[in-house]
């Protein structure tokens, strides 16, 4: 974060560690999107959990030692990637 502050724009966007911030950001961004979803018993569109998906695993392979840490959010995202994937496609075939 310090670097995305300090440094010059172009020299950001060359590092990795801009795009695995965007990546954390979008990970924690769906997960919010879809606990308020899960919470209110609707579905969110299957984009959420796609995005949700890819970045979380991007982000779990990036940070692996601190893995203890974040377990908990890791298993709920599973869930919530399920819940809303199965209820979209539950959802197709009762309109079908």
Known sequence: MVSLIRDPLPQVLQSGTFYLGLAMACAWTALAVMTGAWVSNRQVSWLWPLLGGLTGILCTVAFAVFIPFYLPCLFL???????????????EQNAA
């Open 77 to 91: 995202g599973f869930y919530l990637c399920y819940f809303h994937l199965a209820g979209s496609a539950a959802t």
